[in-house]
């Protein structure tokens, strides 16, 4: 079985500054790994994924992820935020294995607080 | 109009009740799945559905069934509501195949209060 530690429960951070969502994951097989962003009052939404090929992965919203295998780490970044990027900040695993259980299996997700 | 389509958005029981949530999607999607998301820890799987024929009970289904009435519609069931299933509860689509086929679309959301 897989799981997921976002290390940070709340992140608050100047805006224009840069940031750094930390993800780690713990999994036998292969995976892929994604970021979902929840807005206030909506639901999830696909911010970037990493299913295989280059370990930079850019997404929406200027967010960008490194897949790292040795630490089995998937740490979202941006390099200015914006007031709009007050969010909660999840991040998913999903396994190549393909029986059992499926869907995908979330952090507990991080909240990102811009302070102007 | 939304691609994942929640009702009701938000509901408020009693203990005891029976709760019905619906889900309908015009994305074509075979799989669909229902979360349940509570503050402080993420989402869970409560059910998932890969076709018509086929569901599949995930990390926390205890106290919840599913009907799958069509490819398009996944409804969530709590016979007899109870406090501790007070949450916000996601309704989810993914495709099969291709290169999406991991990604998750979710409704916006249905708050259930059980007072």
């Known amino acids: 079985a897989q799981s997921v530690t976002q290390l940070d429960s709340q992140v608050p951070v100047f805006e224009e500054a840069p940031v750094e969502l930390r993800c780690n994951y713990s999994?036998?097989?292969?995976?892929?790994l994604f970021w979902y962003v929840q807005y206030p009052n909506q639901g999830l939404q696909l911010l970037l994924k990493y299913l295989s090929g280059s370990t930079l992965v850019k997404g929406i919203n200027g967010f960008e992820a490194e897949f790292n295998k040795s630490q089995t780490s998937f740490h979202l970044r941006k390099p200015s935020v914006h007031i709009s990027d007050t969010a909660e900040y999840f991040c998913a695993v999903s396994t190549f294995s393909g029986g059992g259980a499926d869907g995908l299996t979330f952090g507990k997700g991080t909240h990102l607080i811009i302070q102007p | 109009d939304a691609d994942v389509t929640q009702t009701p958005r938000n509901r408020i029981t009693k203990t005891g009740k029976r709760i019905m949530l619906e889900c309908s999607q015009t994305?074509?999607?075979?799989?669909m799945y229902w979360y349940r998301q509570d503050p402080g820890l993420g989402l869970r799987l409560i059910y998932y559905?890969?076709?018509?024929?086929?569901?599949n009970k995930g990390e926390i289904s205890d106290g919840y069934s599913v009907s799958r009435q069509a490819q398009a519609k996944f409804s969530l069931s709590l016979e007899s509501a109870i406090p501790n299933q007070t949450a916000l509860y996601f309704c989810a689509t993914s495709d099969s195949g291709g290169r999406s086929k991991r990604e998750l679309f979710f409704g916006e959301g249905s708050r259930l209060t059980v007072l």
């Open positions: 994305k074509g999607h075979d799989r």
């Open positions: 559905s890969f076709d018509v024929k086929d569901i």
């Open positions: 999994s036998s097989v292969s995976v892929y």
